[in-house]
């Protein structure tokens, strides 16, 4: 596919202008949607940027995109779309998509579901790449694609949909929210699937799903990747099975010897700007396994992992587990430096949600970890950072927690 067969299924007009490059840092869909369709027609390069970033994303951001470094192996008209990753933990990326790394992830969610057309609602940012891909995928079809406002949809406004028609992509916390309201579960039931990614979901989370019998679709992707490369069929949820499902169509996924997940297929990235990558494979940071039916599962970061009294704990697994309490309405595990252990662990949860039992909490821990993976301090953090799409800024949570770490205390025993 040439850019200019993606302009006009985009409904741009003709433009003989000269190509600039062009940066979008815009939340509202509408005006998002305008700005994309004119920067796709004019040519140049196209930059996605996250309108709530604070001084210092932006001054990275700036950065990059000033940058004059040309690649001479990079190849014409492809490249041009930089979509951010990162940004919640580490330095922000430009992944390098283009026409056919769009195409090729819309043409395979396509197959994988058995549809020509797609439609959908949309509540997460466009400028993020599920959220733009949602849109991609209705657009480049011929379907239908609503964009919502999630505080709208959070306060019990709803828009009206035809049973089994269409698609929405959620994260746990937002699921959880929805699940909470009456009337939610009866709406979410009309959708074709309701996709679950940007952050692992808590069992509870998922057994209310399956018992309300939303019709759940675990699915795994990357900003690399064009988002969606793995999803997990509703009616294989609502039957009890629970994975990240096979690999859409267009994606091969293996896993590395280092137990980590790599991806290859023509949605794959063409290199982080300014730089280029000609193949079309990429190695995850997420550990994981394939299951006997070729299944995905992921079962944590391998940057995240904490080494504590020589031991290894993955912080989603311990995550789950105080989820499993009924304590948190939100959790994270972080591991701070520690003077004997290496690391301590560390259970963070937002201040301004309900107050945990904490000793309730720890009872129920100690019949269920093993005593190094179990957190050693509890800290109550004000400003909570996860993201609209469920991202949580581990990197923000240590440094503010840091500063008051108890570097004598119990560690990794």
Request: aromatic share 8%.
């Amino acid at each position: 596919m040439e850019r200019a067969e993606l302009a006009r299924m985009l409904g741009a007009p003709l433009t003989a202008a000269e190509p600039r490059d062009t940066v979008i840092c815009e939340s509202e869909p509408a005006r998002f949607m305008a700005a994309f369709v004119q920067a796709v027609a004019q040519g140049g390069n196209v930059f996605l940027c996250d309108p709530a970033w604070g001084a210092g994303e932006r001054a990275q951001f700036a950065a990059l995109t000033q940058s004059e470094v040309q690649n001479p192996k990079s190849e014409t008209g492809r490249g041009w779309l930089m979509i951010a990753s990162g940004g919640t933990g580490g330095r922000i990326k430009l992944a390098r998509h283009d026409q056919d790394t769009i195409f090729s992830a819309v043409h395979g969610f396509g197959g994988h579901f058995g549809l020509s057309r797609v439609g959908a609602v949309g509540v997460l940012p466009l400028h993020h790449v599920s959220g733009l891909m949602g849109w991609m995928r209705c657009a480049l079809t011929g379907g239908d694609f609503l964009p919502w406002n999630w505080k709208e949809l959070e306060a019990g406004r709803w828009p009206v949909i035809a049973p089994g028609g269409h698609f929405l992509s959620l994260v746990p916390t937002q699921l959880q929210r929805l699940l909470a309201q009456p009337g939610a579960a009866a709406w979410l039931r009309d959708f074709r699937a309701v996709f679950l990614g940007g952050g692992p979901a808590w069992p509870e989370l998922i057994e209310q799903a399956r018992a309300a019998r939303v019709p759940l679709a675990p699915s795994y992707g990357l900003t690399e990747t064009a988002a969606m490369v793995a999803a997990l069929p509703p009616e294989e949820f609502l039957a009890g099975r629970l994975s990240s499902g096979p690999a859409l169509p267009h994606a091969r996924i293996g896993v590395t010897d280092e137990g980590v997940l790599r991806i290859a297929g023509e949605s794959v990235f063409r290199g982080y700007f300014p730089d280029w990558r000609a193949g079309r494979e990429c190695v995850t940071e997420d550990a994981g396994f394939l299951d006997e039916r070729g299944h995905v599962h992921v079962t944590g970061r391998r940057d995240n992992v904490i080494i504590t009294g020589g031991k290894k704990v993955q912080p989603l697994e311990v995550e789950a587990v105080l989820r499993a309490t009924g304590e948190f309405d939100d959790v994270a595990v972080i591991g701070l430096p520690h003077a004997e252990w290496g690391q301590q662990i560390v259970a963070c949860y937002p201040a301004d949600g309900r107050a945990p039992d904490l000793a309730r909490a720890e009872r129920m821990l100690a019949d269920r970890l093993a005593p190094h993976a179990r957190p050693k301090r509890f800290a109550a953090v004000a400003d909570w950072p996860r993201s609209p799409q469920g991202k949580l800024n581990r990197a923000a949570l240590a440094a503010g927690v840091s500063a008051g770490a108890d570097p004598g205390g119990e560690g990794g025993r």
